[in-house]
């Protein structure tokens, strides 16, 4: 099947079985040219061409036979991530068309024959989910602090962060923001972050964060050349100014290196939880696609922790909740905040660009 428009197709993320394996192929075609993504979106339209065939080897037969949820699991982008990880490293220039956006009429085949010949390489890329890290999504974090201060929390915050990957976003107390014409971050910082900003400005506060920690199953060393590639092969080849944030980011880690520790995201914030909290500080979780790869039970302990510290929480010892996550009914990113003492509820910031393009504020 052919998508020939950015048109997405009705899907439970939860939903198993062959029919979910196709449908995921086709949502992921569909926002990656929503995204204006059309060569990552080349490559995920053929192999979604490679479903409904025999070609693909043993790679393939276990997309096809996928026992979990194909889009929750985001099976397309495991393997388009294994595949741009063949053309960054030089293994199969063969693709160089592909990535060069000259989108060949044999893509499928092209990719058959790839994926047939790298079999051993690609099927570990189907193992776990795409490690997807991207200093842009900060912009949104720091918009959101900025509008956290003006309702009156502390503006020193102690950061964490739960799916931290690499840790790059635990680095943005280096990095500087252009928020609407509202700046932030130091004027020295080699990463500058001026995200497309559409509507209203955010408030023009300050902040200054204090801490910064974070937690991932699988974090990724970033000063490891072989683990900093895997990060790069999942960053989409048409959003080239992401690559050079992306080598920003690892000399950055390679001068300082984030603190992450390989935890499940609920032991991690259970212990970090139980720690004494700095008074006249704000304590702050905060994650950016991947609470849809946490299990939903492991999901459902993080809320009930968090409104239950939210009851602890104090004027001088507020806490808050970040979250920049896919909304699963519009396909669209959005960042949202909830707080304690006072705002318990969840306030719809911004919608965003997954990897902080531009930013559309509704605070």
């Known amino acids: 099947m052919t998508i020939d428009k950015a048109e997405y197709v009705a899907s439970d993320p939860e939903a198993t079985g062959p029919d979910a394996v196709a449908r995921a192929f086709e949502n992921q075609v569909a926002y990656c040219r929503s995204s204006n993504a059309a060569i990552t979106a080349t490559v995920c339209q053929a192999l979604r061409d490679l479903i409904d065939t025999e070609r693909g080897g043993a790679v393939m037969r276990r997309a096809r036979r996928w026992a979990g949820p194909a889009l929750a699991d985001a099976l397309p982008l495991r393997l388009a991530g294994g595949l741009h990880a063949l053309h960054l490293s030089g293994e199969e220039p063969r693709l160089a068309p592909i990535y060069e956006g000259l989108g060949p009429n044999n893509a499928a085949e092209?990719?058959?024959?790839?994926?047939?010949?790298?079999?051993p390489y690609l099927m570990p890329w189907l193992d776990g989910p795409p490690?997807?890290?991207?200093?842009?999504?900060?912009?949104?974090?720091?918009?959101?602090?900025?509008?956290?201060?003006?309702h009156g929390l502390p503006g020193e915050f102690d950061l964490l962060e739960i799916g931290s990957s690499a840790g790059i976003n635990l680095m943005m107390r280096r990095y500087r923001y252009d928020l609407?014409?509202?700046?932030?971050?130091?004027k020295s910082s080699r990463i500058h972050l001026t995200p497309e900003w559409r509507g209203e400005p955010p408030p023009d506060r300050d902040f200054n964060i204090i801490a910064a920690e974070g937690c991932d199953v699988a974090p990724v060393?970033?000063?490891?050349?072989?683990?900093?590639?895997?990060?790069?092969?999942?960053?989409?080849?048409?959003?080239?100014?992401?690559?050079?944030?992306?080598?920003a980011a690892i000399a950055a880690?390679?001068?300082?290196?984030?603190?992450?520790?390989?935890m499940r995201a609920a032991d991690f914030l259970r212990d970090r939880l139980a720690r004494p909290q700095q008074e006249g500080t704000t304590?702050?979780?905060?994650?950016?696609?991947?609470w849809q790869y946490i299990p939903q039970e492991e999901r459902e302990g993080i809320v009930e922790m968090m409104e239950q510290a939210g009851q602890e929480a104090g004027k001088d010892k507020p806490l808050?909740?970040?979250?920049?996550?896919?909304?699963?009914?519009?396909?669209?990113?959005e960042l949202t905040v909830r707080y304690w003492p006072g705002g318990q509820a969840w306030?719809?910031?911004?919608?965003?660009?997954?990897?902080?393009?531009?930013?559309?504020?509704?605070?």
């Open 221 to 247: 060393d970033l000063t490891d050349d072989r683990q900093a590639l895997r990060l790069k092969a999942f960053i989409w080849p048409e959003f080239t100014e992401r690559f050079a944030r992306m080598d």
């Open 283 to 290: 304590r702050v979780l905060m994650h950016s696609v991947v």
């Open 110 to 119: 092209l990719i058959a024959d790839t994926i047939e010949r790298h079999e």
């Open 180 to 186: 609407g014409g509202v700046a932030v971050g130091p």
């Open 131 to 150: 490690q997807t890290n991207e200093a842009g999504r900060s912009a949104g974090y720091a918009a959101a602090f900025l509008w956290l201060v003006d």
């Open 253 to 262: 880690a390679n001068t300082f290196p984030p603190e992450v520790a390989r």
């Open 347 to 363: 306030h719809k910031l911004a919608t965003a660009h997954p990897h902080g393009s531009w930013i559309e504020w509704e605070g």
């Open 320 to 333: 808050a909740w970040i979250s920049l996550e896919a909304n699963r009914d519009t396909h669209r990113h």
